[in-house]
């Protein structure tokens, strides 16, 4: 067994100390005698090839993401289809908001020796125009306040998550509607948009959870449609999107369950991918079931189970 630490060296900008994990990690290898790799990373996708590069080699390999949600995702699309490779994230960026959704267990995957002695399960991943996502894909005003969120998170005083607060107002300023041509299982829409997202975890954009039900365990992804909105509108939708009370707004967001979803338009838009950009005019979403392993750290209970108790509260 191989363990490959990817270290991204601009995550978390100034908040997180690089020198410490890279010191956590020493000791922690050193002290159980196991052998290991640390990677820094140089670039957007030097991630994903990198774990690919390791993965082709056929032994089993353990991957740690130190970053954020935009190195993990680069991680699992490396590691996707390799039946000998998992992935598992260890935070150290922006938002962190792929572990979210484990709740109080969100706390060991910081916790080294729990992800060395955690067990790696199967679970989904989504595919845009071939860049794979574990975590949410969106397009619109969501995409570029998560787009541009590392223009201000650097910022002195501002910092890690108020970044999303300034992006987000910077945005809505710059215009909150466009234009798009949405299938989603079959069914066409077309006009303006405020936003879509595709959900395979539950959180993102430093804390937004639009639905609370999602889980890259049920083969499924939860697609929200937002139609356009004024700027009073979405200050009063705010809430309701980001605590995942959809349902109770069926006239403004449109909720479908499933696996396909294309967006299209004239114009090339952007698509944030875990934080990370993709430019098209047309964008295909396939979700792909049991797409990449995934290492839950020891202790740490399945994701099914925390969604069946997160909705039993909701």
């Known amino acids: 067994m191989r363990h490959l630490f990817i270290l991204n060296p601009v995550a978390g900008g100034k908040k997180t100390d690089k020198e410490a994990v890279r010191q956590k990690i020493r000791a922690v290898m050193a002290e159980r005698g196991e052998s290991f ?169 430093g804390g937004f959870n639009p639905s609370r039900i999602a889980s890259p365990e049920d083969g499924l992804l939860d697609i929200l449609i937002v139609k356009a909105v004024s700027r009073f509108t979405l200050a009063r939708l705010l809430k309701v999107y980001a605590s995942g009370q959809y349902a109770t707004r069926p006239d403004i967001i449109k909720y479908v369950s499933g696996r396909h979803l294309v967006v299209e338009d004239d114009r090339e838009f952007s698509v944030s991918l875990d934080g990370e950009a993709l430019y098209t005019k047309r964008a295909v979403f396939r979700l792909i079931p049991g797409g990449v392993n995934l290492i839950y750290p020891k202790g740490c209970r399945h994701i099914a189970d925390i969604v069946k108790m997160t909705a039993n509260k909701a």
């Open 37 to 205: 790799e640390l990677y820094e990373t140089v670039g957007i996708m030097d991630a994903a090839e990198k774990v690919k590069r390791e993965a082709i080699k056929g032994d089993e390999l353990r991957v740690y993401a130190c970053g954020g949600d935009g190195t993990l995702s680069e991680c699992a699309h490396g590691a996707a289809g390799f039946k000998n490779a998992a992935v598992t994230h260890y935070p150290c960026g922006t938002g962190n908001d792929f572990v979210r959704m484990f709740g109080p267990d969100a706390a060991l995957f910081s916790d080294l020796d729990a992800l060395l002695d955690g067990k790696s399960e199967p679970v989904d991943i989504v595919d845009v125009n071939g860049r794979k996502c574990l975590n949410i894909a969106s397009i619109g005003i969501d995409a570029r306040v998560g787009l541009d969120v590392h223009k201000y998170s650097q910022l002195p005083v501002i910092g890690g998550a108020g970044g999303y607060v300034i992006s987000l107002l910077v945005n809505v300023i710059k215009g909150i509607n466009s234009h798009f041509r949405v299938t989603a299982e079959g069914e066409t829409l077309e006009g303006e948009f405020a936003l879509i997202c595709a959900c395979n975890g539950q959180y993102y954009g």
